[in-house]
Every structure is written in C-alpha cells, then in structure tokens.
C-alpha cells in the first residue's frame, strides 16, 4: 500500500474519534503517530474517514509486516479479517537477555536517581536502555512521561521498533527541541512565530551564501555555514570581523522569514527549557544513547531538563568530539 500524504486536519480528526489512543494497543498516541486504512487500498478499501485508523509507529510497523502478504494474495477469504481495525499479534513477552551488571542499571530502582553506564562497543549499551524503559513502564511510570533521546534519525527508528509502546517519546536532540517548539505556538523564543520553517542544510549554505555576497566576504558559502553553526554550538566561539557581519546577517534572515535552521532548534529548544517551566514537565524520566557525543549545546539541554530521574549510556572512548 503506498504511503500518500495527509492533510493535518484529517489526521487530528482520525485521531480525535479515537480519543486519542492508538487503535491497535489502545496507547496515548504519540506526536508521530500514523493514520492509515482498515482494509488496504490493494483490498479495495476506501479513503473514506470510516476506514481510516489512528496507530502508533511500532503498532503500524507491525500491522503493515502482517498484512502485507494478505495484500500480495489479494485473497477475498482475507478482506472479512481486514473489515476489523487491526490488533496486534498476542504472545509471550519478547525477552532481552541482559547480564548481571546490565540487569543491575536496567532495573535500579527509582529511588537510585540519576544513573551513567559506561560500556565499550558492541556490549549492549542501547539494549540496557531499552530495558531501562520496559522496566520504568513496569514500576508504575506513565509511558507519555518518558523521554529516549539518541543521535541519529536511524538509531531513532531502531529504538521505536524495539519498544513494546509506541506512547514513550523516542527521538534524536533536534526532533525533541522541535516537539517543544512547535507546542509554544506564538511564544516560540528567538522572534520566530508559529507555523515557523526548519532549514534543511541545503537551505542554510545556500542563506549562507546570500549573506556572504551581500557582505562582499570571500568565503565559500559552505565555509560561512560550518562557521556559523560552530559559533552556535559552542556558545561563546569568537569570530572576525567579517564572519561576524555575514553571522549577524544570516540571523536577521531566519527571523526575517520565519525559519530555525538546524542549530537554531537547539538553541531556541533550550531557551525555552530555561525560561518556560512546563516545557520541564513534559517527561519526568529522561533516557539518553550515546551520551559520549553530546555537544556543549546538548549538555546544557540535558541540564535544563533537570530530570530526577536520569540514564546515560555511553563510552568516553568513543567520543567524536575527542577524535576532532
């Protein structure tokens, strides 16, 4: 069945008829979730709003593996099981093997407070992780309150797909920062209104490089760029003269057309952790992957969370910031 886009307003309506909860294992739905139909379209299945459903992201994963065979057959014995919202399989819990020291951090209980573990490669970091947030679920803790934040887009599927909820809030720094932005509507920090645009970096060398010749500077819009995001992400790094025009120039830019480049998500995500206190009480428990290769930006964003209940996993020596 082919992914086509959704309007906004369809979505949240799909979503509203069912209060909210994933259709599949009845969850809070998370701020991804997907809407897709009852019975595929290869099973002649309408677009009508009647044959729409609202599903988290591990619930849809595995709806799509089961019924994809039934899609394949086009078998008309499949379409009376279809006509039902779909549910996931039932059986034994999927288990994850943990050694004794693994077994020690995943199930430490609440009380502990903030938690680091440090482990070499290839030893199960993440999978402690996971665990950590099974175990979390299992004492009692709202899965809507828990926050898993990793590096990249790839490693952010992989944990969702892990995870037996799809209401536990799992994404990288920038992903994060964005859900509290675009939860602030007119309040957004930085002069930026809501409905705001995020610069791709395509988007930021080529304003980078509108700055640059307005400037009469001699960089490289690709060098002006990779300037101007290291001056943002280690806060305080000082620049030239010229450098510091072409900067001053591109950030009047962004405000000027309503944009938040990479770096600014960041930035402004940690503006309003530090000067709106109910962004800190969106997640009371805060997981982060690789912690290693969190940036000083990153750090401080970790800080202003200001989580009682913390867990790092990560190595000290695989640091990127230790090899640059």
């Given at each position: 069945?082919?992914?086509?886009?959704?309007?906004?307003?369809?979505?949240?309506?799909?979503?509203?008829k069912?209060?909210?909860?994933?259709?599949?294992?009845?969850?809070?739905?998370?701020?991804?979730?997907?809407?897709?139909?009852?019975?595929?379209?290869?099973?002649?299945?309408?677009?009508?709003?009647?044959?729409?459903?609202?599903?988290?992201?591990?619930?849809?994963?595995?709806?799509?593996?089961?019924?994809?065979?039934?899609?394949?057959?086009?078998?008309?014995?499949?379409?009376?099981?279809?006509?039902?919202?779909?549910?996931?399989?039932?059986?034994?819990?999927?288990?994850?093997?943990?050694?004794?020291?693994?077994?020690?951090?995943?199930?430490?209980?609440?009380?502990?407070?903030?938690?680091?573990?440090?482990?070499?490669p290839?030893t199960?970091?993440?999978?402690v992780?996971?665990?950590?947030?099974?175990?979390?679920?299992?004492?009692?803790?709202?899965?809507?309150k828990i926050?898993?934040?990793?590096?990249?887009n790839?490693?952010?599927?992989?944990?969702?797909?892990?995870l037996?909820?799809?209401?536990?809030?799992?994404?990288?720094?920038?992903?994060?920062?964005?859900?509290?932005?675009?939860?602030?509507?007119?309040?957004?920090?930085?002069?930026?209104?809501?409905?705001?645009?995020?610069?791709?970096?395509?988007?930021?060398?080529?304003?980078?490089?509108?700055?640059?010749?307005?400037?009469?500077a001699?960089?490289?819009?690709?060098?002006?760029?990779a300037?101007?995001?290291?001056?943002?992400n280690?806060?305080?790094?000082?620049?030239?003269?010229?450098?510091?025009?072409?900067?001053?120039?591109?950030?009047?830019?962004c405000?000027?057309?309503?944009?938040?480049?990479?770096?600014?998500?960041?930035?402004?995500g940690?503006?309003?952790?530090?000067?709106?206190?109910?962004?800190?009480r969106?997640?009371?428990?805060?997981?982060?992957?690789?912690?290693?290769?969190?940036?000083?930006?990153?750090?401080?964003?970790?800080?202003?969370?200001?989580?009682?209940?913390?867990?790092?996993?990560?190595?000290?020596?695989?640091?990127?910031?230790?090899?640059?």
């Open positions: 069945e082919g992914r086509r886009s959704m309007p906004a307003r369809m979505r949240n309506l799909v979503a509203y069912q209060e909210w909860k994933c259709a599949a294992c009845a969850t809070t739905l998370p701020p991804d979730f997907e809407v897709d139909h009852i019975v595929p379209v290869a099973l002649n299945g309408s677009d009508t709003l009647r044959n729409l459903q609202a599903l988290c992201r591990p619930c849809h994963a595995r709806k799509t593996r089961e019924q994809r065979h039934s899609i394949l057959r086009g078998a008309a014995s499949t379409r009376k099981k279809t006509t039902e919202a779909w549910r996931p399989r039932r059986g034994p819990e999927r288990a994850i093997e943990l050694n004794e020291a693994q077994s020690a951090a995943a199930r430490a209980s609440l009380e502990v407070g903030a938690i680091r573990v440090a482990a070499g290839g199960g970091k993440t999978r992780l996971v665990r950590r947030v099974e175990e979390l679920i299992a004492m009692g803790v709202k899965p809507w926050l898993a934040i990793t590096f990249t790839r490693a952010m599927r992989e944990m969702r797909d892990r037996e909820t799809g209401s536990v809030s799992v994404g990288t720094f920038h992903k994060m920062c964005l859900w509290i932005l675009r939860s602030l509507g007119d309040r957004v920090p930085g002069g930026r209104r809501a409905g705001f645009g995020v610069y791709q970096q395509s988007d930021m060398v080529k304003l980078a490089g509108e700055c640059v010749r307005a400037c009469n001699e960089l490289k819009p690709a060098e002006a760029q300037l101007i995001s290291r001056s943002k280690t806060r305080g790094l000082e620049l030239d003269g010229a450098t510091s025009a072409i900067k001053e120039r591109y950030e009047r830019e405000v000027a057309r309503n944009a938040i480049d990479f770096d600014d998500l960041l930035l402004l940690l503006e309003a952790l530090e000067t709106l206190p109910e962004t800190t969106r997640w009371s428990h805060v997981l982060v992957d690789e912690f290693q290769d969190v940036n000083p930006v990153q750090y401080e964003i970790v800080k202003a969370l200001a989580p009682s209940q913390l867990f790092v996993v990560g190595d000290g020596d695989q640091a990127i910031y230790g090899w640059r």
